[in-house]
């Protein structure tokens, strides 16, 4: 017979694997050749986790996986950018919630994620206790409540997933319970980063509360393993829409044929291309950042060579709060004979004249 407790330890449930993180450069110093004096500074400033499954992905240091996870004393050296890249807490009417466009809000509830990404966006506040507690939720509800433009509530993080079953249920169903609110997206980077958290009874909880979407974050291929399969087909068989919000990171993903393995490999996971974000100016990050060349010939090189279900909107989340706009290469090209079309091999192709009037005035 089984022993019990040798099985619970060869199947741990995604909090043991949680509380077996790796949180400190000294319990990495055993696995890579690191500078640990230099990254205990960067760990106090900006945590790290990195738990047992992510860790077991990362195949060389230095590779795509690692710079995701691993600390780089750069994060305390470089200046650049902001704290608050995207002006969050000046559109925000209560502390964690952020009401930047008309019909949506953005409503933080969890200050821990199952890993905690370099390139973080909130990496000031990311782990740290203060964030959000149960009163900046009460209070971000009564805002919603409050306020009846608000068709959209976007839960966010830290990650909405590191809360417990119950908790979850208890802030779905208050949230259900505001007639205005049509809509609740989850954001979550559990499904790359824990899947194991993705169980059949946090499936339950979840499909509850339709109609529910989760946006996660896959950043490179070698993210889909059969573990995150397996949790977004769980998702999806629940009938939540499953979007991808990938960001565009120097030496990880600012290449061509990685992105396109990446997009290609997430439809097959049922996982819905969504955002290509250029990279927040958030301080302790510039050595991740791309130039916007480098996303506009990845998103020309994808286009027509790929299906349009496999391709994501590339954007850019303006600072200082001016919300995300979309980038395109352009595909229009101006020739003696007027206004012409580029196709995704280069080939020229024209076009009746008289549709084409008013191109080039404002902005068009
Ligand atoms: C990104 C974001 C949203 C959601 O934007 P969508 O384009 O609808 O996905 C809402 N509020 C804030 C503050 C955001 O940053
Ligand atoms: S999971 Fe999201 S919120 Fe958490 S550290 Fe990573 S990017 Fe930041």
Known sequence: MTDPNKRAAAVPGWKKLLSRSFSSPQELAPHFDLDKT????????????????????????????YKQAVPDAREIEDPAGEEDPLGEEALSPCPGLTHKYPDRVLLLVSNQCAMYCRFCNRKRKVGRPGLVDRKTIRAGLAYIRGHKEIRDVLLSGGDPLLLSDPELHALLTEL?????????????RVPCTLPQ???PALVRVL?????????????????????????????ADAGIGLGCQTVLLKGINDDSSVMFALMEKLIEIRVRPYYLFQADLARGTAHF?????????IMRRLQGRLSGLCLPHYVIDLPGGGGKVPLLPSYLRQTKKG???INYLGREYTYPVELLEGLGEEGL
């Open 197 to 199: 958290r993705i169980t």
């Open 207 to 235: 499909k509850a509360f339709h109609p529910l979407y989760l946006n996660t974050q896959f950043n490179h291929p070698s993210e889909i393993t059969p573990q995150a399969a397996a949790a977004c087909g769980r998702l």
């Open 176 to 188: 259900r319970a505001i007639a205005h609110v049509a809509v609740v997206r989850i954001g979550s």
């Open 339 to 341: 206004v012409t079309f």
């Open 38 to 65: 230099a990254l205990q500074k960067v760990t106090a400033r900006y945590p790290m986790r990195i738990n047992p499954y992510y860790f077991s992905l990362i195949k060389t240091p230095g590779d795509p996986l």
């Open 289 to 297: 950042w791309t130039p916007v060349a480098t996303g506009l010939k």
